[in-house]
């Protein structure tokens, strides 16, 4: 007699299953934790915000009188200590071959409010140019070449067969040249 693979013959009706607890869900609204060990404090009510390796944060606005003709983007970057440091930026003015990190936010943030890039795209952008070093004081001084940054990327992401990862910075790329070409 077989009862539930009992006897040592198993008909496959009877998986034993392990039963784990689901992991506890906190609330973390006023901060995050990342690999750094700092919390930072990311601020609502912006296009987009993002953290700083020293627990600053960026975060872009819209500027007063923003509008299609005039889409100014105001950009505030806080250090952990509360000091600011504030930039109006014209994404039109932004040349991503050349450009600060707060700026690229900013013409990301505009290129994703105006549907011309997707926010999952728009978060790679910049992946891999400052691997947690980037602080208060360098998000808003230090200009790098974004655009080369997301043709390496791109390379990179073609060369280890993710074609996921190449089609989402060839889309990066694609904004950047009709963005470019406007003027």
Do not use: W
């Not at 299609?68 to 983007?73: H, V």
């Not at 932004?94 to 795209?121: F, N, Q």
Request: contains cysteine; hydrophobic residues 35%; negative net charge.
């Amino acid at each position: 007699m077989n009862v539930n693979g009992i006897n040592g013959i198993n008909n496959g009706s009877y998986m034993p299953v392990q039963k784990r607890e689901s992991p506890k869900t906190r609330n973390m609204a006023p901060g995050f934790q990342n690999s750094f060990n700092g919390v930072h404090t990311l601020v609502m009510g912006g296009l987009c915000s993002r953290g700083l390796a020293d627990g600053g944060c960026v975060t872009v606005y819209k500027a007063e009188g923003y509008s299609a003709e005039n889409p100014i983007m105001r950009v505030v970057t806080r250090a952990a200590d509360g000091q600011e440091h504030e930039q109006l930026i014209y994404p039109a003015k932004v040349d991503p071959a050349s450009v600060t990190r707060t700026e690229i936010d900013a013409l990301a943030a505009y290129l994703v409010d105006e549907k011309k890039l997707d926010g999952m795209a728009a978060l790679r952008i910049g992946a891999g140019a400052e691997k947690g070093t980037e602080s208060f004081s360098t998000a808003f001084a230090e200009k790098k070449n974004f655009y080369a940054i997301a043709e390496e990327m791109m390379k990179m992401q073609y060369e280890c067969h993710n074609l996921a990862g190449y089609a989402s910075y060839q889309k990066i790329l694609s904004a950047f040249d009709g963005f470019m070409d406007k003027d």
